[in-house]
């Protein structure tokens, strides 16, 4: 998962521990994407990243969808409401601009 910052100082490589704070529907130069807005616990951090609109398994939305929430995958679908006020952790490197995802 790539994230983008959203604040005017880098973030150092690490671990933080975010909360979903809102998924939206935005209108990008790809289309429409769903902009997922995470704050980070310590800091106040505000951490933003896109995903498609896809409803497959197979794509990001539903993999970030099934890391904050588990459950869904024993659903037929989600909702925001499912993952909004969920914590996960994630890890940055700054020397491959990669994130990964746990909770």
Avoid: H
């Amino acid at each position: 998962m790539k994230m983008r910052i959203q604040n005017n100082k880098p973030l150092e490589g690490g671990s933080y521990r975010f909360v979903l704070k809102s998924i939206e529907v935005k209108e990008t130069i790809y289309g429409e994407r769903l902009m997922w807005l995470f704050e980070d616990l310590e800091g106040g951090i505000e951490v933003a990243d896109f995903t498609s609109l896809s409803p497959s398994i197979q794509a990001n939305a539903y993999k970030w969808a099934e890391t904050l929430n588990p459950g869904i995958k024993d659903q037929r679908s989600w909702t925001e409401a499912d993952v909004i006020e969920r914590e996960c952790t994630s890890g940055f490197s700054m020397l491959t601009a990669s994130c990964t995802a746990y909770c």
